[in-house]
């Protein structure tokens, strides 16, 4: 059963728990969230926290896993999922992810697994090694798209799939640092364009875009 599931069937309290664990702990990092403040916004006593989870790092594992899952939902439903040719999805996945950005002006909430990356890579082994199996899985999954249309487009052409895919997953996240250090989904929004413009050049159709009919915005903030 996978995490998204087991959140789905779990007793009240310990959800409650959980979803409070990903807010705080995507808002401020797993350091500055105590079990209390997790209690205090779960609504729950401390001794309720302790019948489900062991430790911070034990809600927090559950936590990272839930978030994770509840985006591969948000992905795997997509509009441009439902697209023929490859190149569209990769172009309508940028859509898709501008599309839960919520604007120039508003603040993204941030990532919860890059959140933990940056702060826990060279203190918490466990945590480290969730964050960067999510990380490959979301390459893997635009990698797959991007291998196919450069089979059907410009099979000549020299480049890696894989290594444009790392370079995706990594344009998202450092823009998703830098807007909440700027305080500006601005940053997050022109780097998705300039990655677009990058994947243009490559296969050489630029001004390419997702189909307005099935272009789509994520229900969740990125």
Do not use: W
């Amino acid at each position: 059963m996978n995490a998204l599931n087991q959140t789905s069937e779990m007793p009240e309290t310990k959800r409650k728990l959980v979803e409070a664990s990903v807010s705080l702990m995507r808002k401020q990092g797993f350091n500055a969230t105590t079990v209390d403040d997790i209690c205090s916004a779960a609504g729950v006593t401390k001794g309720s926290f302790f019948h489900y989870f062991k430790s911070k790092q034990d809600v927090a594992e559950v936590a990272v896993a839930t978030f994770r899952e509840s985006k591969i939902r948000d992905f795997a439903n997509a509009p441009f999922r439902k697209l023929a040719d490859p190149l569209d999805r990769v172009f309508g996945r940028l859509d898709f992810v501008l599309g839960s950005t919520g604007g120039a002006g508003d603040l993204t909430k941030g990532c919860l697994i890059g959140m933990f990356a940056q702060e826990l890579a060279s203190t918490n082994p466990d945590l480290r090694s969730i964050c960067q199996a999510a990380f490959l899985r979301t390459a893997a999954d635009i990698e797959a798209d991007l291998t196919a249309a450069k089979a059907l487009h410009a099979p000549q052409a020299d480049f890696d799939p894989k290594k444009i895919s790392l370079f995706y997953v990594s344009t998202i996240q450092g823009g998703l640092l830098m807007a909440k250090a700027g305080e500006s989904n601005a940053v997050l929004r022109d780097n998705i364009e300039q990655f677009r413009s990058y994947v243009q050049g490559l296969f050489g159709v630029a001004g390419r875009r997702q189909p307005a009919t099935t272009a789509g915005t994520s229900t969740s903030n990125s």
